[in-house]
């Protein structure tokens, strides 16, 4: 799947006197499979930006389009003259004017009777199943009796029967590792990084193909943060695309290779990670306070030690235990 935004704009209280412009002229594209931090001083339209990416908020003008891919089953008289029963289409949504409509996206390597998809979306559905967004303290997104029930109702909504809704939030409740003990409870007696696990099981079990996270630790102890961390980069490495809005960039630091930064609605800087977190001058300018490690590093490099990339505590340890074996000084 691929978003794509073109000149995107967001007023909030357009034409009156409280008028804020919160996003301005963005552009940038998302690919699959990438894990993409999100970053920027408070108010600076990072929360409003992804809001875009699934409709949630529809943008006061500007283009996005969404590709993806959809199995299809052909017609007995289709089947039988291409000899396959199912058909990858590659469908185009864009969202312009006020409007999504869904528009003949061409493939070479494709059929154009196979490839083209005329029908118009009925609602923003397809694409909010295909991007799944988890606010900050999704936790009191929760409202079902037990935590299975909540965790099947999104894929439930999505057309799924009970019986395969039952099985998904099974499956993302065992992948967030809750006790299954506990499926049956209520999930307002769960502690706070427990409630934030059902959550996000709950938006796993409709199975979107892109995970957009709004400050997904906030409020959650060390241990907590490391869980959620990790829930993600095996997301990740099972082929999801995961954009992670944050103020913590020691874990952005680790985690991501690709970076945003936003001020006052304007998108600032658009690429490698390591390189944004190491330009600690310019976070500063922006608001921004680097990485403790890149911090830490930088004064080993004042003294005039030459650190390689470090992205972790680990790989900081690891680094000065092998400096201090050839009995350099710090």
Not at 175 to 196: A, T, Y
Request: aromatic letters at 10%; proline letters at 4%; glycine letters at 6%.
């Amino acid at each position: 799947m691929q978003i794509k935004i073109e000149k995107l704009n967001y007023i909030y209280n357009k034409s009156t006197m409280i008028e804020k412009h919160a996003i301005k002229d963005v552009d940038v594209s998302f690919e699959q499979g990438e894990f993409i931090g999100v970053i920027g001083p408070t108010g600076s339209g990072k929360t409003t930006f992804i809001e875009q990416l699934n409709i949630l908020t529809t943008p006061t003008s500007g283009k996005i389009t969404w590709v993806f891919q959809n199995q299809s089953k052909l017609s007995k008289k289709m089947a039988k003259k291409y000899n396959v029963e199912y058909v990858n289409r590659n469908i185009q949504y864009e969202y312009e004017d006020t409007q999504v409509f869904c528009a003949p996206f061409k493939d070479k390597n494709l059929n154009k009777k196979l490839n083209f998809v005329k029908e118009k979306p009925r609602s923003f559905a397809d694409i909010r199943r295909r991007v799944g967004v988890v606010f900050q303290f999704a936790e009191y997104q929760l409202f079902e009796e037990t935590i299975l029930k909540d965790v099947a109702f999104g894929a439930k909504m999505f057309g799924l029967s009970n019986q395969q809704a039952e099985e998904r939030a099974k499956k993302y409740l065992k992948l967030v590792d809750l006790p299954e003990k506990l499926w049956n409870h209520s999930p307002f007696g769960l502690s706070g990084g427990q409630k934030r696990r059902v959550a996000l099981a709950g938006i796993l079990a409709m199975e979107p193909e892109f995970l957009v996270l709004d400050e997904p630790t906030a409020g959650l102890d060390p241990a907590g943060v490391i869980d959620i961390l990790n829930i993600f980069k095996k997301l990740h490495d099972e082929g999801k695309t995961v954009i992670v809005i944050t103020h913590d960039l020691d874990n952005i630091l680790e985690f991501s290779t690709r970076c945003l930064m936003f001020k006052d609605g304007k998108k600032i800087y658009d690429g490698d990670t390591y390189e944004l977190l190491k330009n600690t001058e310019f976070l500063y300018k922006n608001e921004m306070k680097p990485p403790r490690i890149l911090e830490f590093v930088s004064k080993l490099e004042a003294r005039g030690i030459n650190v390689p990339k470090i992205t972790n505590e680990n790989e900081l340890v690891e680094f000065l235990n092998k400096y201090l074996e050839n009995k350099k000084e710090i």
